[in-house]
Structure formats: C-alpha cells, structure tokens
Nanobody, 124 residues
Framework: QVQLVESGGGLVQAGGSLRLSCAAS????????MGWFRQVPGKEREFVAA????????YYADSVKGRFTISRDNAKNTVSLQMNSLKPEDTAVYYC?????????????????WGQGTQVTISS
C-alpha cells in the first residue's frame, strides 16, 4: 500500500511558477508509475503528467507541455511537478497518484492510490 501527501499549492499570478511535491510512504515507491492529475468543480479529473518508474519516460498533457516538468527521486520517495508560465486555466485541485500499470496512464481509473489534493489558484 502507498500513501501519498501533496504539498506546494497556493495562489500565484499568471505567468508565475509553483512547485508541487508529493511524498509517498512505503518501500515500493520505485515500482510505481507516478502521475499528476487536476480537477475543477463540475469537471472530470484531468491528466497532467506522469513519469515512469526510473524516470526514463515522461508524459504530458498537451495543455501543459513545455510549461510543466515532472520529476521523481526514488531515494526520497518523492515526485514533483514544476509548473512555469502559469495560466488562470491551470487553476484546479492537483492530485498525485500511483499505479503499477504501464498502459492507460493518462486515465484516472488506472491509478490505485491517490493523495488528498492541493489547491492551485492562478489569478489573472
């Protein structure tokens, strides 16, 4: 079992940056593909980024490609999301998630473990 705790959300102006972090418990963190999703009220949870177990492959939603960077540190059981050039439409609750699957990683249903979420608000 994996427990995930996000941190780093907040309120920033458009064009600014934030760095989200996710701390994972458990000894098998390096076995999981890690993902970030986001959700706004009334909408489905949306894929943002994912990273393979040994950081060989990263995946991004088109809406964040070139602005966001996902990374992980298996020694520290953490995964991070560096968000630059933030836009008001990036406003959402951001969730960290873990899965052992290597397919369907852009789909929330593929993930077994979720954090509680952290609010990101971008003002215009």
């Amino acid at each position: 079992q994996v427990q995930l705790v996000e941190s780093g959300g907040g309120l920033v102006q458009a064009g600014g940056s934030l760095r989200l972090s996710c701390a994972a418990s458990g000894r098998t963190f390096s076995s999981y593909v890690m993902g970030w999703f986001r959700q706004v009220p009334g909408k489905e949870r949306e894929f943002v980024a994912a990273i393979s177990q040994r950081s060989i492959t990263t995946y991004y939603a088109d809406s964040v490609k070139g602005r966001f960077t996902i990374s992980r540190d298996n020694a520290k059981n953490t995964v991070s999301l560096q968000m630059n050039s933030l836009k008001p439409e990036d406003t959402a609750v951001y969730y960290c998630a873990a899965t052992m699957l290597r397919v369907g990683i852009r789909v929330p249903q593929s993930y077994d473990y979720w954090g509680q979420g952290t609010q990101v608000t971008i003002s215009s």
